[in-house]
């Protein structure tokens, strides 16, 4: 055991680069996926249709820490060597995916039936009209739930620790190990996060209402 | 890929997939209910309380919502002690899982409360009700009907996000597929089979509480 000292502090910040990356690459990759899921939500075909509702329901079903073991077992099984990094960033992915998928969908569905009555009848195809009528209205209603999940995101990231990626909370963990003075670290650990997470926190309350207020007119 | 699941030895832990699973579900039953109970009282207080104990209540859903659950978890189960306080696995895991669901649904519950029109507790207080009665017989039956839907999800999240409990090894299903693998080394096996658990568990949750909603407010919505 050895006394804590300033310089701990600077590993922890250093630390938060990581969660901070992970959460910024789950991000990424979850839009992708959530876009994906979003569209075949509300596709015509019924397979595809029934596919994301599926992968929704299995995603938001099970606890995020199985889902990140499954990724980290599961990929080794299947020959790949993904590693803690890899496998935290796929496995948050794939749940911001389903979570992002959702709420997408209720944007995309919120803007009016007559604007895609529209776009088809001025012979737009699906991706034209899908990218220069329906989403750029759609993106006005999904930026504050978008942000408000962004929080739950960099806290998800935290689970990254259990198939021991060094992110922050690790960090916490190692340091504690060494020093044993868990009231200070888990609490200048919290604080990082608070740090990270309060103003994505305002910031969807804010658009929250700014929405709304636009909408009342 | 050449890997052959082996599923047998699953079936051989089937018990402790089972007493994991029940551990699961009294671990998050009682939360739920200790949950209910501290966001009733904090949403009267953050609603009707003194000054000084709103802002305490603001302040300690802020502090929760903004910070992951896993934290809290450390925090108060290797915190604590620092202070005297020791904890079994199971006690931290309880403590913290209530605290963190709690900030939610306080917010829930204050949603229900400021629903229901003014006019409701003025009328009452004008009959001559006392301010609990009002909040008891008049205002919360009416809320009820707002509160129960959210507060089914955040029940059906709590008991999803207690597998993070599994991180002081507190007794529960995570757990149990934890200590499975590493005796079988059948990893994927043991969390297929613990992921499935935990999905027929929510289903299982979202159905009774779907029931528990039509019995008590029937099948008509009004809106």
């Known amino acids: 055991m050895r006394a804590l000292s300033l310089s701990d502090f600077t590993f922890l910040l250093l630390a938060a680069r990581w969660t901070v990356l992970l959460s910024l690459m789950a991000f990424a990759g979850g839009a992708v996926i959530g876009l994906a899921i979003a569209l075949m939500r509300i596709s015509e075909h019924r397979a595809l249709r029934w596919f994301a509702l599926g992968f929704i329901r299995v995603f938001q079903g099970t606890p995020l820490l199985i889902q990140l073991f499954l990724v980290f077992f599961g990929a080794d099984l299947l020959g790949f060597n993904l590693g803690a990094w890899l496998s935290a960033a796929l496995g948050l992915s794939l749940n911001a995916g389903a979570f992002l998928g959702e709420i997408w969908r209720g944007s995309i569905q919120a803007v009016p039936g007559g604007q895609i009555e529209a776009a088809r009848s001025l012979g737009l195809r699906y991706l034209p009209r899908m990218g220069l009528v329906v989403l750029p209205q759609a993106l006005r209603l999904a930026v504050p739930p978008t942000v408000g999940f962004g929080v739950n995101l960099v806290k998800s990231t935290s689970l990254a620790a259990i198939i021991g990626f060094v992110e922050l909370t690790r960090a916490g963990q190692q340091l504690n190990n060494a020093t044993f003075r868990p009231f200070l670290i888990f609490g200048t650990v919290g604080l990082i996060y608070f740090v990270l997470c309060w103003p994505l926190t305002l910031a969807a309350t804010r658009l929250e209402r700014q929405l709304a207020l636009a909408y009342r007119r | 890929m050449g890997y052959v699941f082996q599923f047998g030895e699953m079936w051989a832990a089937s018990d402790e997939f089972v007493d994991g699973a029940l551990a699961t579900l009294r671990l998050s039953a009682l ?76 917010e829930i519950v204050r949603a229900g409360i400021e629903s229901i029109g003014a006019g409701q507790s003025e009328a009452a207080t004008a009959l001559g009700l006392r301010k609990l009665q009002v909040f008891r017989l008049i205002v919360m039956p009416q809320a009820l009907r707002v509160i129960v839907p959210p507060l089914g999800s955040q029940f059906i999240l709590l008991m999803l996000n207690s597998s993070i409990a599994s991180a002081i090894a507190a007794d529960e299903l995570t757990s149990a597929a934890l200590n499975i693998q590493g005796r079988t080394f059948r990893a994927f096996e043991s969390f297929i089979v613990a992921g499935v658990i935990y999905f027929v568990l929510s289903l299982a949750f979202s159905g009774a509480f779907s029931l528990l909603e039509r019995a008590a407010f029937g099948r008509i919505k009004t809106r």
């Open chain 2, 31 to 106: 939360s739920m209910v200790l949950t209910l109970g501290l966001s009733i009282l904090g949403a009267l207080v953050r609603t009707s309380g003194p000054k000084p104990a709103r802002a305490l209540i603001v302040g300690y859903v802020e502090v929760i919502r903004n910070t992951p659950l896993l934290v809290q978890i450390f925090f108060i189960f290797f915190g604590l002690p620092s202070f005297g306080i020791r904890l079994s696995a199971d006690t931290g895991a309880l403590i913290a899982l209530t605290l963190n669901g709690t900030a939610y649904t306080i």
